[in-house]
């Protein structure tokens, strides 16, 4: 499992920037991750950061906790495999 993918979709969901910049750091990781699950949520956070009506260029993706629900849960999944070595 390439640690990677992990940690670009952490990076994404933290960023202050255009959606479309995020969206694309996001279809990298579902087109490439050899991690299904992952590559499922990356289309699931695609859907959920595109219809939301709030501006990620002033709040991160993590922290729109209506536009974007199933962040928290996503960055969940993936700080263990990221950083396995952190406790």
């Known amino acids: 499992m390439n640690v990677k993918w992990y940690r670009q ?3 994404a969901l933290g960023m202050y920037a255009s959606k479309e910049r995020i969206v ?3 279809n990298e990781v579902a087109a490439q991750s050899d991690d299904q699950k992952l590559r499922d949520m990356a289309n699931k956070l695609i859907g959920e950061i595109l219809s939301a009506n709030s501006n ?3 709040v991160a993706p993590k922290d ?3 536009g974007v629900p199933s962040a ?3 960055i969940n ?4 495999l990221a950083y396995p070595d952190s406790k």
């Not at 999944?77 to 263990?80: E, R, S, V």
């Open 64 to 66: 729109m906790k209506n």
């Open 72 to 74: 928290k849960n996503v």
């Open 24 to 26: 694309n750091k996001l």
């Open 56 to 58: 990620t260029k002033s």
């Open 9 to 11: 979709t952490i990076e």
């Open 77 to 80: 999944y993936c700080k263990p």
